[in-house]
């Protein structure tokens, strides 16, 4: 199995930039479709960005296109996101997700594994 523990979260103001980071260990994580999720208060866990197994093909929320990009480093068994400009309503908990399947989207049900989240408040 693989265990995810992201990091990186913190308070910041509206424009400025986090990098969070999903470390994995457990087993090779070069198969594992990789995403973020994100729940803010009140409010669902909702799909952000994902990753192919390569890190080949990305896909993004229309809420954080053009701001947030996802990566991975396979060597290090890290996913990352960098996001800027960074507006009050990102506020969440994030969440890193892999998904034991080659092929994986944005639903929450196609995920297997789950990091315990980083909280991010952007707030002035």
């Known amino acids: 199995q693989v265990q995810l523990v992201e990091s990186g979260g913190g308070l910041v103001q509206p424009g400025d930039s986090l990098r969070l980071s999903c470390a994995a260990s457990?087993?090779?994580?070069?198969?594992?479709?990789m995403a973020w999720f994100r729940q803010a208060p009140g409010k669902e866990r909702e799909f952000v960005s994902g990753i192919n197994f390569t890190g080949s093909s990305t896909y993004y929320a229309d809420s954080v296109k053009g701001r947030f990009t996802i990566s991975r480093d396979n060597a290090k068994a890290t996913v990352y996101l960098q996001m800027n400009s960074l507006k009050p309503e990102d506020t969440a908990v994030y969440y890193c997700a892999a998904s034991h399947a080659w092929i994986a989207g944005k639903k929450k049900d196609e995920y297997d594994y789950w990091g315990q989240g980083t909280q991010v408040t952007v707030s002035s």
């Open positions: 457990g087993r090779s994580f070069r198969s594992y479709p």
